[in-house]
T-cell receptor
Framework: DAKTTQPNSMESNEEEPVHLPCNHS???????IHWYRQLPSQGPEYVIH???SNVNNRMASLAIAEDRKSSTLILHRATLRDAAVYYC?????????????FGQGTTLQVKP | EPEVTQTPSHQVTQMGQEVILRCVPI?????FYWYRQILGQKVEFLVS????????KSEIFDDQFSVERPDGSNFTLKIRSTKLEDSAMYFC????????????FGPGTRLTVL
């Protein structure tokens, strides 16, 4: 499975945008880029995913580099509730089991 | 909104005892998973289950572990003889149709082995 690299931690101020980077230089053409997050003392939670084009949903936006070797999760206005560990995960389109491989992720702190 | 539920929220057991962790996946989902997270470490995949059989298991999922879907709603993880190192949060997840679908996680069961 292709590997991703994320900063260990980031800080943001409440109501400001946050850009969480992810490097995945060995991504293959059929790998989807997924983001999950884990709020304190909770199970992981899906955030967003994409293949090539930028994606938006009610939680966040995903910007994917043209060469797909990196991506950025964008939280447009961070709230205290967004403090969590954010995981960037590659999932092969042809996967026959669906397992998610979590790295250490980025711990996001949001300051009031 | 439908959600995955897990019981109990916290289980304390003695080393060598059997434990069964229970999960109720979202009702129309077909793929089921167990993950664990040792305190302070990353979330680790244990096993995936589809069509009443294991589709993949990790190295962690040895002969001490088993999974079952005993009826149409529950999905269980059994640890036959618990060890101290089995102490962790155990998360159940389910997805609707395909293996690349979004996985929905439960709140977890904290297992403490004494």
């Amino acid at each position: 499975d292709a590997k991703t690299t994320q900063p260990n931690s980031m800080e943001s101020n409440e109501e400001e945008p946050v850009h969480l980077p992810c490097n995945h230089s060995t991504i293959s053409g059929t790998d989807y880029i997924h983001w999950y997050r884990q709020l304190p003392s909770q199970g992981p939670e899906y955030v967003i995913h994409g293949l090539t084009s930028n994606v938006n949903n009610r939680m966040a936006s995903l910007a994917i580099a043209e060469d797909r070797k990196s991506s950025t999760l964008i939280l447009h206005r961070a709230t205290l509730r967004d403090a969590a560990v954010y995981y960037c995960i590659l999932r092969a389109y042809s996967s026959n089991t669906g397992k998610l491989i979590f790295g250490q992720g980025t711990t996001l702190q949001v300051k009031p | 909104e439908p959600e995955v539920t897990q019981t109990p929220s916290h289980q304390v057991t003695q080393m060598g005892q059997e434990v069964i962790l229970r999960c109720v996946p979202i009702s129309n989902h077909l793929y089921f998973y167990w993950y664990r997270q040792i305190l302070g470490q990353k979330v680790e995949f244990l096993v995936s289950f589809y069509n009443n059989e294991i589709s993949e298991k990790s190295e962690i999922f040895d002969d001490q572990f088993s999974v079952e879907r005993p009826d149409g709603s529950n999905f269980t993880l059994k640890i036959r003889s618990t060890k101290l190192e089995d102490s962790a949060m155990y998360f159940c997840a389910s997805s609707e149709v395909g293996t690349t679908d979004t996985q929905y996680f439960g709140p977890g069961t904290r297992l403490t082995v004494l």
